[in-house]
């Protein structure tokens, strides 16, 4: 549709049909700001909830390695070490 055909179109609306129609497209545009804005919260929440639970993971991962290398350690110096430990193995 080219330019000049739509002031035509709209001089020949009458007022009310005009403030009709450019109250829809008020209303329209803000439809598509709030719907934005609404999409950007949710983003933002997700991404807050997925730092979250990516710091839980990393500290019961940290956590578990760290019982797992105590555990073996001790084992090891219990072993090696049986005076030192109280072990007489």
Known sequence: MRWGHRKDRASKLSDSELRARVNRLNMEQQ????????????????????????????????????????????????????VVTGSSS
């Open 31 to 82: 439809y598509s700001t709030l719907v934005a804005k609404e999409a950007k919260a949710s983003e933002g929440a997700i991404t807050k909830g997925a730092r979250i639970a990516g710091g839980v993971v990393a500290n019961s991962g940290k956590s578990a390695v760290s019982t797992v290398v105590t555990q073996h350690m001790t084992s090891y110096l219990t072993k090696k070490f049986p």
